[in-house]
C-alpha cells in the first residue's frame, strides 16, 4: 500500500455514463467503492489502474486516455474513517465491466445513492454532482 506521507492512499476509477457512476462491491461488504485499489511497489497510478481494474472488473483501461478526476483525503478526527487519500482518474476502457472473484456485484449509482458508499466515495460523488455530472 502506498503511503507518500504516511497517508494509505487508492487509485480509483471514475466511469460516467449517462449521468450514472460505476461502483463496485466486495464480498462481505455492506458499502460500495469506486472501483481501484492500493500501489504495489514502485507503481505508478496508471499501472495500478489498469492491474486493478483488470483484476475487478476484467477491464483494460486505455492508459493514454487517463486524466486526473480530482484527490479527495479524509483527515484526522474523521468520526467513520481513518486518514485516508483517493486519487481518481477517468479513462477509456476496453471489453465488458465483467466483475471478477473478489467483487460480489456492480452497480451504477446516481448521487441519490451517496449514503451507500464509503465516506471517501462520498467526496467524489460531491464533486461529480457539482459539476453537473451526476443525476
Given at each position: ?124 460523488f460531491d464533486a461529480l454532482h457539482a459539476a453537473g455530472r451526476l443525476?
Amino acid at each position: 500500500m502506498a503511503e507518500g506521507d504516511g497517508v494509505p492512499e487508492k487509485v480509483a476509477w471514475v466511469l460516467v455514463r449517462d449521468a450514472l457512476v460505476l461502483v463496485t462491491r466486495s464480498h462481505g461488504r455492506d458499502r460500495f467503492y469506486l472501483p481501484g485499489g492500493h500501489r504495489e511497489p514502485g507503481e505508478s497510478d496508471r499501472e495500478t489502474l489498469v492491474r486493478e481494474i483488470d483484476e475487478e472488473l476484467r477491464a483494460a483501461i486505455d492508459p493514454g486516455s487517463m486524466a486526473h478526476f480530482g484527490t479527495f483525503e479524509i483527515g484526522e478526527g474523521h468520526p467513520d474513517h481513518d486518514p485516508f487519500r483517493m486519487i481518481c482518474y477517468t479513462a477509456d476502457h476496453h471489453g465488458r465491466l465483467t466483475p471478477s472473484r473478489e467483487i460480489a456485484e456492480k452497480a451504477w449509482f446516481r448521487y441519490t445513492d451517496r449514503a451507500r458508499v464509503s465516506a471517501i466515495d462520498g467526496l467524489a460523488f460531491d464533486a461529480l454532482h457539482a459539476a453537473g455530472r451526476l443525476a
